[in-house]
């Protein structure tokens, strides 16, 4: 912050003269184009920060997309992934037969967790199908 030469007058309520009225305002003329030439400095940069930004989100993205590759989840066996598919279902009621419920939720998720679920009769042997009134 710079200072002013009008520092006797600047928070106090005296009127300027004319002639100070005058010098003021050349004195903040000054100032004004400086904080026009800092907002065209911060427009610039904040463009470069979103630039830099949107590459960074890419390349987080390439990261976490090979990163999900060699997940442990990736890894476990076949066996195992169906016990915990059998563990999803409702334990106090048989599943219905919906879209936003296991056994039919876990089919949606990849081609390998559809097998997996098709492949595991202890998903499907009690169903609840819900016969809609006509």
């Known amino acids: 912050m710079q200072s002013s030469p009008f520092n006797n007058i600047l928070h106090t309520n005296a009127v300027p003269s004319d002639l100070d009225c005058k010098r003021i305002s050349d004195f903040v003329a000054g100032s004004r184009r400086e904080s026009a030439e800092l907002s065209d400095e911060i ?3 904040q463009k470069l920060i979103d630039e830099l930004a949107e590459k960074r989100d890419a390349l987080d993205g390439f990261i976490a997309a090979h990163m999900a590759m060699i997940s442990p989840a990736r890894r476990l066996p076949g066996d195992i992934v169906r016990d915990i598919f ?3 279902l409702p334990s106090h009621r048989n599943p219905i037969i919906a879209s936003d419920e296991s056994p039919l ?5 990849c081609s390998a967790w559809r097998r997996l679920a098709l492949s595991t009769p202890r998903l ?3 169903v609840h199908v819900v016969v809609p009134n006509e």
């Open 86 to 88: 059998v563990a999803c």
């Open 43 to 45: 427009s610039r940069m």
């Open 124 to 126: 499907w042997t009690s």
């Open 105 to 109: 939720l876990l089919c949606q998720i």
